[in-house]
């Protein structure tokens, strides 16, 4: 071939890399946000503590997707939790 780009015919449509959403909004986005903003303003040795009932999700699957957002934002975090709360801190 001499660079051209045959003209072929497609079964789907075509799009231009720059449109195509690359970033996942889940279901726990709106919490996990929350809480990595009011971890910033946190002085050494607090921490956040959350009631279990005002969360979304379980504590778990709510851990799980805080963990993920730290690890992509390469910030460190730290939760416990008790029967009534979730704490979490920066570690």
Known sequence: MDGKKQNTRRTFKVAERADVPTGRNGKHKPIVTQILNDLEGLDSGQCLKI????LPDTKVNIRS????AARNLHRSVA????????YVWNS
Do not use: K, S
């Not at 009631?51 to 005002?54: D, N, S």
């Not at 939760?79 to 979730?86: H, K, M, N, Q, V």
């Open 65 to 68: 997707a805080l963990n993920r």
């Open 51 to 54: 009631p279990l009932a005002e």
């Open 79 to 86: 939760t416990a939790t008790d029967d009534e709360f979730l």
